[in-house]
C-alpha cells in the first residue's frame, strides 16, 4: 500500500503565503504524476496544479503565477509555495499521488487526508 501525507495548512491574511508539503511512503515501485487538489465547501474537488515524473508542470488558471509547484522523485515528495493568497483560495487541499507498486498492475491514484487552507479578507 501507499500512504500520502498533507501537511503545512493554516490560516492565513489575504495576500500572504503557505507552502504545504506532500510525501508518499509505503511498497511504491514508481511514482507518475503527482498533483494537488482542493475542495472548499459546497463545491466539487477541482485540481490545482500537477507535475509530472519528468517535471512538467500544469496549473489551473486561477492559481497560475501565484502558485508553484515542486517535487523531489528521490524523496517521494511534492510541495506547493502558495503567494498572493485570497479569500477564494480557501479549501481543503489535498495531495494524490499516482503509483506503481508492481510490475503487474497499473498505476493508481492515492489520496491523502487532506489539509485546511484558510484565508481572511
Known amino acids: 500500500q501507499v500512504q500520502v501525507v498533507e501537511s503545512g495548512g493554516g490560516l492565513v491574511q489575504a495576500g500572504g503565503s503557505l507552502r504545504l508539503s506532500c510525501s508518499a511512503s509505503?511498497?511504491?515501485?514508481?511514482?507518475?504524476?503527482m498533483g494537488w487538489y482542493r475542495q472548499a465547501p459546497g463545491k466539487q474537488r477541482e485540481l490545482v496544479a500537477s507535475i509530472t515524473s519528468g517535471g512538467n508542470t500544469d496549473y489551473a488558471d486561477s492559481v497560475k503565477g501565484r502558485f508553484t509547484i515542486s517535487r523531489d522523485n528521490a524523496k517521494n515528495t511534492m510541495a506547493l509555495q502558495m503567494n498572493s493568497l485570497a479569500p477564494e483560495d480557501t479549501a481543503v487541499y489535498y495531495c494524490?499521488?499516482?503509483?506503481?507498486?508492481?510490475?503487474?498492475?497499473?498505476?493508481?491514484?492515492?489520496w491523502g487526508q487532506g489539509t485546511q487552507v484558510t484565508v481572511s479578507s
Open positions: 494524490k499521488v499516482t503509483a506503481r507498486t508492481s510490475t503487474l498492475w497499473a498505476a493508481y491514484g492515492y
Open positions: 509505503g511498497n511504491i515501485l514508481s511514482i507518475n504524476a
